[in-house]
């Protein structure tokens, strides 16, 4: 079972060419609204990336709060629509995570109100994994309040779970004790540069910022480079980096999301990948989701994924024997 603890969020996005200046108004293309927050997102990610059969129940458990609102309901309705189970996912009395997205064609600009999330408690925590095994995984990530990422953390690896955090969004420093309960982290650009000091923009500053997350004792790190691909390492003996595939970009919504949601079906939960072999299914995943607009409902199902790498192999073979 994999377990995340994160947000969930009402996202309101809309299509602008680009972003306004300050005291200017842009007319909008289009306009979308719903289910968001990388909790959310993720674990929708998980639910239908996963190979599962329905009878043999959710893949994944999502550990979160939304308001007690009729928007809180509906994200919760659809949450149970895509496979996740929902089961600690409570609500309180303040008003449900909203998300503001402005797309434009090159990239995207978040501003999130918190609301519900901020109202997860240790308790709530407890009371997930009470049952959770060292064959059981837990993803977080920093949508919701810092020291409950930092306890559930703890529980997880005293437990002997897997654990992976992806620091997203990253606004300082994370202390020594978060590290040192986290098996892979997954940080794209910026938050590599928030929490290392290095902008990883070549080949030297990658290694150098992947080094610095291994000196924490970070045993596997994922830096996710947008178009440039991924840089990947172990920490012994695999250092590497998987391209980008190439696709035309509609929206970059929920891409991250998808790809950490990838990462934690492939490996090391399920153990059918190595570790670069998954961070590979997870960029294809990814590279689905930025062809489509919106958020959770843009990711992919593993369906999708292994057909799209099916049609790739007749490609590699050729291009590898020419």
Known sequence: MIYVLGSINNDISVEVDRIP????????DNYSMGLGGKGANQAVAIAKLTYRPKESGPAVKLIGRVGNDATGAELVRQLNAHGV????VRSVNRATGTALVAVTPKDNRIIVYSG?????????VDEALEHATSKDTLLCQLEVPLYIVDYALRKAHSIGMSTILNPAPAVGKLPDDVYYNVDMIVPNETETQILTGINPQDAQSEAAAIRAFHAHGVQFVVLTLGARGVAISDASSLSAHIPARKVKAVDTTGAGDTFVGALAVAY????????????KFASRAASITVSRRGAAESIPTAKEVYELYCNEIPKQKKEKND
């Open 85 to 88: 189970d929902t089961e600690f």
């Open 116 to 124: 519900a999330n901020y109202g997860i408690t240790k308790s709530d």
């Open 268 to 279: 090391p939960h399920v153990g059918m990948y190595s570790f670069k072999e998954a961070c």
């Open 21 to 28: 200046n300050k005291g200017e108004t842009v007319l909008a």
